[in-house]
């Protein structure tokens, strides 16, 4: 009995691990996503730092030219930044979904288990019963058969007492 338990809860989390894995690759991409948008915030930060640097007006001066170079790549930074806040936002929100997902799966397999653990102790109430009532009719069967072995040997003796008076008579 414990080994059909060990089956059938082996059997409901193969089908819970089946959606882990799909929703952790779906997972994987975003991360892999949002990494790769990290990166490419890090090299423009590389260029906004030499853009700082950078001066080709006389005299080693800054140019407007120069500084609005560092201004434009602040603004990619900043448009870089609100994506990856954004992409952020979609992977925690998969995350939770995902948990969610998790949790309601497994509170529908706890309730299947249930389901059939009550399933098997009726069963096993009913075979009982069913055992118990077959035990009854076979000691009655065996009362009967007493009374008809009974009934038999009087009615031989019944027979043969008349068939000797009847002997006696003659």
Wanted: net charge positive; charged share 30%; hydrophobic share 40%.
């Amino acid at each position: 009995m414990k080994l059909f338990f060990f089956f059938l809860a082996l059997l409901f989390s193969a089908d819970c691990f089946s959606y882990q894995q799909s929703d952790s690759l779906a997972y994987q991409l975003q991360r892999n996503k949002i990494n790769a948008m990290l990166n490419a915030r890090s090299q423009k930060f590389g260029q906004y730092t030499e853009s700082l640097n950078s001066r080709t007006g006389i005299f080693g001066l800054k140019t407007k030219k120069d500084m609005q170079k560092s201004i434009d790549i602040l603004k990619d930074i900043i448009q870089t930044d609100n994506a990856i806040l954004k992409e952020t936002k979609v992977l925690l929100d998969y995350k939770t979904f995902e948990q969610e997902r998790v949790v309601i799966k497994s509170k529908e397999t706890d309730f299947k288990n249930l389901a059939y653990m009550r399933t098997i102790n009726k069963l096993q109430d009913e075979n009982e019963k069913i055992k118990n009532e077959f035990k009854a009719i076979k000691d009655n069967s065996r009362f009967y058969q007493v009374l008809a072995i009974v009934f038999i040997i009087i009615s031989i003796f019944g027979a043969l007492f008349m068939f000797s008076k009847i002997l006696r008579k003659k």
